[in-house]
């Protein structure tokens, strides 16, 4: 009897077994995360194909999309992490982190979401009908149209729909700003740039995942962390080829610079730094050299001093927002250039970098201004405004 219960018994596990198979095949993957494994395996491979330059493995993957426009990237890395997966018969749609870092660049990756549309073959292998930024994630430059590239000696310059001779163009003014920011700023930076050239303003919005009415008329803008360390993705200065190209030889030169010093203060450059401070100095180095007169660099502030319309204050962060009033956003600018050009002349170029650092070295934003005002200048904000607004008529008058 005892033999026959244990028989019994074995029939039943069995049996169980048996109806357990088609979900987790028992004790084994469950079949989601068997497609899970497949279609990293998939990604995998993509990746690979594509930092090998391999177009037959590439093809074996799926669909040709994108790989003709990255061939003249010059990539260290490219890899995909699978972060969900909907499956419905034979397709699916995969979520998935995109991680890449430019050769020479990059020293930690840059991440995007992407999105990719999936088929299964007649053998039962998974293969991508398409690849696209995930819902709420910006646009790569390849994403666009295939990428030229053109290296020069501090710069990088990728475009979609440009010649060469245009991105030539870009590298010697990139070439020109990187040494100036570093002798105004110093050398503690990678001193070299990443400009991406998109061939129009709505493709510049989509790099920024941003609508393009919030940057028309802005020439250029710089993405990155703020209070970067050394191992952060390098910056990308991207350019607005509708507003930067109706700018003079002059205009472009600074505008490159400005977004240069972006990419060097970047690591000093935290939530506790006002923006009259980090674009007023951006605009201070920009101008340096230039010839331009505060009255010709800052005709809006000009205006309004003349009008007996003199700010109270320092701008604010409200002030610079890219999708407000125009001649607000100029002033606000304007302004802050001018509070740095102000502490350039009475304190020096030095301390003006200090009080830079300074500013950033606080966890904080409120009274972090307060803090170095007083410890490298030897003054307070009151004092400071007044001298400012003093300062506005005397130079702009």
């Known amino acids: 009897m005892a033999g026959r219960r244990r028989a019994s018994g074995t029939r039943v596990v069995v049996a169980l077994c048996l109806l357990l198979i088609p979900l987790v095949g028992c ?12 279609v990293q395996s998939l990604l995998d491979r993509r990746a690979g194909a594509i930092l090998d330059h391999d177009e037959t493995a590439y093809l074996r993957t799926g669909a040709r999309d994108r790989f003709d426009n990255l061939r003249a990237v010059p990539l260290a890395d490219w890899s995909y992490r ?4 909907r499956r419905t018969g034979d397709t699916a749609v995969a979520g ?46 390849w994403d666009q149209g295939e990428v030229n590239v053109l290296r020069g000696d501090a710069s990088l310059v990728l475009g979609v729909g440009q010649t060469t001779a245009r991105l030539r163009s870009f590298a010697e003014l990139a070439d ?30 989509a790099l920024l995942g941003a609508p393009a009415s919030s940057y028309r008329g802005i020439a250029a803008v710089t993405t990155g ?8 993705p390098a910056d990308r200065i991207i350019l607005n080829p509708d507003a930067y190209g109706v700018l003079g030889a002059t205009g472009k030169q600074v505008v490159l610079t400005h977004e240069t010093t972006h990419v ?26 230039s010839g331009r007169s505060p009255s010709e660099a800052a005709p809006e502030l000009r205006r309004a001093v003349a009008e007996g319309r003199t700010p109270e204050s320092l701008p604010t962060d409200p002030d610079f927002g890219f999708g407000g009033d125009a001649t607000r956003l100029a002033q606000a600018y304007e302004g802050g250039w001018m509070a740095c050009r102000m502490i350039a002349n009475r304190w020096g170029e ?10 950033g070295a606080h966890d904080r934003r409120a009274g972090a201004v307060e803090a170095a005002l007083k410890d490298v200048l030897g003054t307070s904000l009151e004092e400071f405004t007044r001298e400012w607004r003093e300062y506005l008529p005397a130079q702009l008058g």
């Open 27 to 38: 004790g084994g993957r469950t079949t989601t995360d068997s497609a899970k494994a497949d």
């Open 225 to 232: 962390e703020t209070g970067a360390s050394a191992g952060a």
């Open 176 to 205: 020109h700003a990187v040494p100036a920011v570093a002798q105004a700023w110093g050398p503690n930076w990678a001193r070299h740039v990443v400009v991406l050239v998109p061939r129009s303003l709505t493709a510049m919005a």
């Open 96 to 141: 998935a982190e995109l991680r890449y870092r430019v050769q020479g660049y990059d020293r930690a990756p840059v991440r995007a979401g992407r999105t990719l549309s999936l088929g299964l073959d007649a053998a039962g292998r998974w293969y991508v009908e398409s690849e696209r930024p995930a819902k709420g994630s910006a646009e790569q430059l």
């Open 82 to 85: 699978l972060t969900g997966l």
């Open 350 to 359: 030095v301390r003006l970098a200090e009080f830079y650092r300074a500013v």
């Open 264 to 289: 060097a203060t970047r690591a000093h450059t935290t939530p506790a730094t006002p923006l009259w401070l980090s674009e007023g100095y951006a605009d201070w180095i920009g101008y340096l050299g």
